[in-house]
């Protein structure tokens, strides 16, 4: 599967995630997955990625608990990131 497929189908579970069709629970682990499946790609998209999953969790967490959270500034920072990552591999062809 091309970096660009991999990137597509995140995309497409972070949508269902921010639509609540998808737990967090789920959503972070097929993001964890996507982060293993990436090819050829430098160590720190790989990074990137995982600082967004650590912080759609805690962010997460903080939610369910009822304190000050902001998990909806984390999904916008990972689709932004998603959106430019996509755009870039879908230019050089991945």
Same mark, same amino acid.
């Given at each position: ?14 949508? %269902? ?58 999904? %916008?920072?990972? %689709? ?15």
């Amino acid at each position: 599967m091309s970096n660009l497929s991999v990137l597509e189908r995140l995309e497409e579970s972070f949508a %269902a995630f921010q639509r609540d069709e998808v737990s967090r629970h789920d959503f972070l682990r097929f993001l964890n997955i996507s982060i293993e499946a990436l090819e050829g790609v430098p160590y720190g998209v790989r990074e990137e990625l995982r600082k967004h999953e650590k912080d759609i969790e805690t962010e997460g967490y903080f939610e369910e608990e009822g304190f000050e959270s902001k998990l909806p500034q984390a999904k %916008a920072a990972l %689709a932004r990131w998603l959106t430019s990552l996509k755009k870039l591999y879908a230019q050089e062809n991945f």
